[in-house]
């Protein structure tokens, strides 16, 4: 018989903040192509997991993955 999964529960902590440093835009280096619903940026992240040292951008328009 499983075991159940305990229940953990988010709450909004006032004292957390969030910094962003070093802005740059993420650019595909192969070259955009309208015709295949490719752009020339990450439009959007629908996850972003790490693998290895490198972030991979998921994105759920796009059948690309963009790896930085």
């Known amino acids: 018989m499983p075991t159940a999964l305990p229940v953990i529960e988010a709450r909004p902590d006032g004292r957390l903040k969030a910094l962003l440093q070093d802005l740059k835009p993420l650019r595909y280096r192969t070259r955009s192509d309208s015709t295949l619903g490719i752009p020339g940026h990450v439009r959007a992240a629908s996850g972003i997991r790490i693998w290895g040292r490198r972030l991979a951008i ?6 690309l993955l963009a790896i930085q």
């Open 58 to 63: 998921i994105q759920d328009d796009v059948n």
